[in-house]
Nanobody, 127 residues
Framework: QVQLVESGGGLVQTGGSLRLSCAAS????????MGWFRQAQGKEREFVAATTWSGGSTYYATSVKGRFTISRDNAKNTGYLQMNVLKPEDTAVYYC????????????????????WGQGTQVTVSS
């Protein structure tokens, strides 16, 4: 198993930036694909970004493409989500997730594909 803990959320003005971190413990993080999801109040959890176990391939929701960057440092067992040009509609609780994979090209964009989740970190973008 792997345990995930997010950090880095907070309150930021429109156009600002935040970097979220996802610290993993337990099994070797480099064997897991990871993703970021978010859930706004009253809405379903939605995909934000995903990457393969090496971080060599990345995937983004259309709404964040060009503004957010997912990355990971397997030596530090940590994943990141750099968020730039933030908008009020980015306000949500952000979750990192991980799934054990056996193929270097594997990634996932749906919540049901992930086995492990962090507790979430709140991001609020003021207008």
């Amino acid at each position: 198993q792997v345990q995930l803990v997010e950090s880095g959320g907070g309150l930021v003005q429109t156009g600002g930036s935040l970097r979220l971190s996802c610290a993993a413990s337990g099994r070797s993080f480099s064997s897991y694909a990871m993703g970021w999801f978010r859930q706004a109040q009253g809405k379903e959890r939605e995909f934000v970004a995903a990457t393969t176990w090496s971080g060599g391939s990345t995937y983004y929701a259309t709404s964040v493409k060009g503004r957010f960057t997912i990355s990971r440092d397997n030596a530090k067992n940590t994943g990141y989500l750099q968020m730039n040009v933030l908008k009020p509609e980015d306000t949500a609780v952000y979750y990192c997730a991980a799934v054990r994979t056996y193929n270097s090209g594997t990634y996932a964009t749906t919540p049901g594909r992930y086995d492990y989740w962090g507790q979430g970190t709140q991001v609020t973008v003021s207008s």
